[in-house]
């Protein structure tokens, strides 16, 4: 059975146009996303509250080229609480998280490094975690670990 020239003719005729109208269309859709640098859990730039939402967490680039942060906690009137006074390079695997229950931020960067921020009587204070005592870290920040191994 051989198809007709008329019906040949229109399903190439058919198959043209879907393919044009598929590509400008395509043109004018959003292009997608590009896909996350580093860990899930770090969205560069992304303002995130606190639990108790009396404060946020504001990582701010501070070197474009080298793709560098720091960590800004600011309280809920926007002033300035906490700054880190480490660049950490997002290209290194960077997370920097808030445990779920209280104000306590988390900062996990490099290969291993690990840091508790908290808020104490005289103001926020950073404390790097060394690796042996890793097993005191809540398992909900110690799911990041393995990222780091």
């Known amino acids: 059975m051989t198809a007709s020239p008329r019906r040949l003719t229109w399903s190439v005729i058919a198959v043209f146009v879907m393919a044009t109208l598929g590509v400008g269309l395509g043109a004018l859709l959003p292009a997608e996303p590009p896909p996350p640098r580093g860990p899930s859990a770090f969205d560069p730039g992304a303002v995130r509250p606190s639990p108790s939402t009396l ?32 660049h950490y390079p997002a290209a290194d695997g960077l997370i920097v998280t808030w445990l779920s229950n209280a104000d306590q931020l988390w900062v996990l960067s490099g290969r291993s490094t690990v840091e508790r921020i908290t808020r104490g009587p005289t103001g926020w204070a950073k404390v790097l975690v060394p690796p042996v005592e890793r097993h005191t870290v809540p398992r909900e920040i110690a799911r990041h670990l393995p990222v780091f191994g």
């Open 55 to 86: 404060f946020v967490v504001d990582p701010e680039l501070v070197d474009p080229q080298a793709d560098t942060w720091v960590v800004v906690i600011r309280d809920h009137r926007g002033v300035e609480v906490f700054r880190d006074g480490t």
